[in-house]
């Protein structure tokens, strides 16, 4: 099936992640295109429409999954996995971003009273 969208590495210059229809999140090596830095991609469901990937954290990547909501996937090697996905809405999931601020900007914009 079609890929939906590449995102190139901001912590490694021959990394490219690609999300596509087919609900994978692959990782490539762009030194040797023709063939996956890890052979077995993770599914995330409902089709990989958006990659974001953490500005600050290496190999931390948010996902847009259409059908299934949003997840959090952690790179580490030859090892995927997700460390948190979002899916209580009733809507598609087709854009996401990182929150660059603090936390304590969100609670005051909630009217929550933040403690340390």
Request: include cysteine; charged fraction near 20%.
């Amino acid at each position: 099936m079609g890929v939906c969208c590449i995102a190139k590495s901001p912590h490694d210059p021959n990394t490219l992640f690609t999300g596509s229809y087919d609900e994978n999140l692959r990782v490539w090596d762009v030194r040797s295109i023709s063939r996956l830095v890890n052979e077995t991609s993770i599914n995330l469901g409902g089709g990989v429409w958006r990659i974001k990937n953490h500005s600050v954290v290496p190999r931390l990547i948010l996902a847009a999954c259409m059908h299934n909501g949003f997840a959090i996937v952690k790179v580490d090697g030859n090892e995927v996995k997700v460390v948190e996905t979002y899916n209580k809405h009733d809507s598609l999931a087709y854009g996401a971003d990182w929150y660059r601020g603090s936390i304590r900007d969100v609670c005051k914009m909630q009217h929550i009273n933040y403690i340390n």
